[in-house]
């Protein structure tokens, strides 16, 4: 899954600014990286439209979907989706997705702090803060970056998180071509492979394990 961090902080405390920034250094280092914004608003359900009439009927989640956009609606004003799924889910190629909001999710934060309500913040604020932005630190034991040092926040993203997050467990070349792969088909063949390496005779659990293939002539004739 990707990395997870959250931009958080009262209206009009920046963070938009902040995202706005920090997505042209983000593409300019190659990073994968998505966007998502909470909002509270939520869609315009309007009484008569389907997905309306659904929820009237029973259902607790509805879908609408077009070709450029998809909604989720959710009956009692919870969440139809963790924030963990939710990123699985639309952003499954990514290195980091960063958020807008959800400061009541777990996932590491940044905050963005008002003057004189900085205590209050960090009190409503769930999971690991990673640094605060404003004019003045907060708190010591913090990094601090004052607004428009986007650069520098980025720096830290990699320095803590990004290099050793976006290094695969599992590497494959094809006539020296890189083949990416999900986490997930990464998962499949290293406990395959370590399941058949592991019966053989001197095998030792190890952090690292080479393999180099090369096709026979049955496998190179399939391909013909």
């Not at 650069?151 to 071509?177: A, C, Q, S």
Request: aromatic share 8%; charged share 30%.
């Amino acid at each position: 899954m990707p990395f997870i961090v959250s931009v958080v902080g009262y209206k009009k405390s920046g963070k938009t600014t902040l995202v706005e920034q920090i997505i042209p250094i983000l593409k300019s280092k190659g990073y994968r990286f998505g966007i998502l914004k909470y909002t509270g608003e939520g869609p315009q359900e309007r009484e008569g439209r389907d997905t309306a009439k659904f929820r009237a009927a029973g259902a607790e989640t509805v879908g609408l979907c077009g070709d450029d956009h998809f909604s989720l609606f959710q009956a009692g004003g919870h969440p139809a989706l963790p924030l963990d799924r939710l990123v699985s889910f639309f952003f499954p190629e990514a290195d980091l997705v960063l958020t807008e909001g959800f400061k009541k999710q777990r996932f590491p934060k940044i905050a963005l702090l008002t003057e004189g309500q900085e205590e209050q913040l960090l009190r409503e604020v769930q999971g690991v803060v990673i640094a605060t932005v404003g004019p003045r630190p907060f708190r010591d034991d913090l990094p601090h970056f004052q607004p428009g040092e986007a650069g520098r926040i980025v720096e830290m993203l990699e320095n803590r998180f990004l290099r050793d997050y976006r290094e695969p467990r599992i590497r494959v070349w094809l006539d020296g071509k890189r083949i990416p792969m999900k986490d997930f088909v990464q998962d499949i063949i290293i406990q395959g492979i370590m399941g058949m390496v592991g019966t053989l005779k001197g095998f030792l659990p190890s952090r690292r394990v080479d393999i180099t293939l090369t096709p026979g002539p049955a496998e190179e004739n399939k391909e013909k």
